[in-house]
């Protein structure tokens, strides 16, 4: 069992940055893939970035050269640093982690394939 706190959403201006962390029980986190995803008002979830315990990553095409996930095994933590921000970056953001398949490679976005899921935290970017 795996439980996830996000924390770290906030107001920022357009062109503003936000880091926002997840902090991860139980003694394996570093066996796990760990993901975020977000949801804006009206629409559906949506696939953001996602990190194996080597470090390697994916991002969607939407956030990618603006956002760097990482990750900190030592203390169960992962990282989102959102850098660029636009209002369409505005949702709750998701911390998820699931167990590294071998088909990870071909649905890594599917949300559908992480187990466990944080409260969410809400990131709204406004001038």
């Known amino acids: 069992q795996v439980q996830l706190v996000e924390s770290g959403g906030g107001l920022v201006q357009p062109g503003g940055s936000l880091r926002l962390s997840c902090a991860a029980s139980g003694r394996t986190f570093s066996s796990y893939v760990m993901g975020w995803f977000r949801r804006a008002p009206g629409r559906e979830r949506e696939f953001v970035t996602t990190?194996?315990?080597?470090?390697?990553?994916y991002y969607a095409d939407s956030v990618k050269g603006r956002f760097t996930i990482s990750r900190d095994n030592a203390k169960n933590t992962v990282y989102l640093q959102m850098n660029s921000l636009k209002p369409e970056d505005t949702a709750a953001y998701y911390c998820?982690?699931?167990?590294?398949?071998?088909?990870?490679?071909?649905?890594?976005?599917?949300?559908?394939?992480?187990?466990?899921w944080g409260q969410g935290t809400q990131v709204t970017v406004s001038s």
């Open positions: 990190i194996v315990w080597s470090g390697g990553a």
């Open positions: 998820a982690a699931r167990k590294l398949s071998p088909d990870y490679s071909v649905n890594y976005y599917n949300a559908v394939k992480y187990d466990y």
